[in-house]
């Protein structure tokens, strides 16, 4: 089977195949770490780990790069505004270098309690300033920049197809512009450098041909990934706000440096909206990982949330949904806890999940072809063998669960037997009354081949 993937600089879905031999070389931008994650930017992480799986488990070796962007992303896209970590420091009183810290820890713990793979390459920002001059130095040297009194910027009307990613109408930009551009040429000029401030005292700043300052949020990335992966590798990824400023001018620095667009394919994550808008940090109000956890609810259970809708598609966050995708998971889990013993996988069954995953990562329908191996009249080991290596791609951890029994009373274990019994008098009614018995107490009951499990009901108020 070929993996089929939608690539956002062509607008169209194509068969994939690795560049170089079979290995996949994948850049996705990282967090800006002035803040926490939320969990509408984890949504694209965790679409990005799907697609690292897919690849592993069609047989690729994967190489993976992310970035840590802790200066130069300000908050304006227009190239104005403070920079954001800066600004996380005037709001803690921490310095910048702890800012960046702190908030790298508490991504890479969110991305861990999500099952979310490390990359294999963390880079930073401020690790790599001196390639980043470099391919601002080889711009220059090409006539594609020119200096205003704050910084050197990009010359986009030298270059014939900038904007290509986002199909953008660059004339019509310009004729219709109605904000202050400042010196700028053009609205869709970017800032490669950017002069440090004279009326205010950095924290980052670093010494370059141009004068003191630090880099632009875009080279930084576009450096970066071709450290790494080369100038023209095989996937690169990040959110679909990207499209037309960062990873747009991403790949005009790279036309111009390296005559590449710099990926052969393009994906981008859509956005996970609240009942009013897309979930962002600029409103200051934002739902983190931990603050579903502080509700007891698992992370894996977000996880699952996010799978139940294409990555190229708005996902609406409800609390409704959310606790939705938990009992799933508990029914999942359960029903694995019930088949015993691992045996050997269905062929059958993989091939269907592997067809729909390789179209485009459907995770919706290859989350139907689980939950139709479950009900299927497969041998219990053949099931559970199955389903675990589906989970290979999916990350559900259901290979780690280890179900915990509840301190269960003997009242209910009482009410467990005689429901028992009257399950073989084939006294459907008693037995139905019983269980709703059971269930007033606050537990559930999971009727398996094994036997029954008694579950302890969640947050019951007895």
């Not at 300000?74 to 310095?95: N, P």
């Not at 008098?425 to 709703?436: C, G, H, K, T, Y």
Request: with cysteine.
């Amino acid at each position: 089977m070929t993996i089929r993937l939608y690539d956002s600089y062509s607008r169209s879905i194509r068969d994939f195949a690795p560049l170089e031999g079979n290995e996949v070389r994948i850049y996705a931008c990282g967090p800006t770490v002035y803040d926490h994650a939320h969990i509408g930017n984890l949504r694209t992480y965790v679409f990005e780990d799907i697609l690292r799986r897919t690849l592993e488990f069609h047989g690729y070796t994967v190489r993976h790069v992310v970035n840590i962007t802790d200066v130069g992303h300000l908050t304006s896209d227009a190239d104005t505004g403070e920079d954001k970590i800066e600004q996380g420091s005037r709001r803690t009183g921490q310095t910048v270098w702890e800012i960046a810290e702190r908030y790298t820890q508490a991504f890479k713990q969110d991305i861990k309690a999500l099952n979310i793979l490390e990359p294999h390459v963390w880079c930073r920002a401020t690790d790599h300033i001196a390639e980043q001059v470099r391919d601002i130095q080889e711009i220059e040297r090409k006539g594609f920049t020119y200096r205003t009194s704050d910084g050197i910027y990009f010359d986009t009307s030298r270059l014939k197809h900038y904007g290509h990613l986002a199909r953008l109408d660059t004339g019509g930009l310009s004729a219709g512009q109605r904000v202050d551009i400042g010196e700028k040429r053009s609205p869709t000029d970017f800032a490669l450098w950017k002069f440090s401030p004279r009326d205010a005292i950095r924290q980052m700043e670093w010494e370059s041909p141009w004068g003191t300052g630090f880099p632009g949020w875009h080279i930084e990335c576009s450096a970066m990934s071709v450290k790494y992966l080369g100038p023209m590798f095989d996937i690169h990824c990040g959110g679909k706000d990207h499209i037309p400023v960062h990873h747009t001018n991403e790949i005009a620095q790279s036309e111009v440096c390296h005559g590449t667009r710099l990926a052969n394919f393009w994906l981008h994550g859509y956005f996970l909206e609240t009942d009013r808008e897309k979930m962002s940090k600029s409103s200051g109000e934002f739902l983190r990982l931990k603050t579903l956890m502080d509700r007891d609810i698992d992370p894996l259970a977000y996880r699952y949330l996010c799978l139940t809708a294409n990555y190229r598609s708005d996902l609406k966050f409800t609390w409704s949904a959310l606790e939705s995708a938990a009992t799933a998971l508990g029914r999942l889990r359960n029903h694995m806890d019930s088949w015993g013993p691992a045996g050997k996988p269905d062929q059958g069954f993989l091939d269907r999940f592997r067809n729909e995953l390789y179209q485009d990562l459907n995770t919706t329908k290859a989350l139907a072809v689980v939950w139709d191996l479950s009900r299927s009249r497969l041998p219990a080991a053949t099931r559970k063998a199955t389903v675990l290596r589906c989970d290979e791609v999916l990350g559900l951890g259901l290979a780690e669960h280890r179900f915990e029994a509840p301190d269960i009373p003997p009242a209910v274990h009482a009410l467990v037997k005689n429901r028992e019994a009257a399950r073989v008098a084939r006294n459907w009614d008693e037995a139905d009354r019983i269980r709703s018995e059971i269930s007033d107490l606050g537990y559930e009951l999971e009727d398996a081949p094994s036997g029954t499990r008694i579950v302890q009901k969640k947050n019951f108020q007895g």
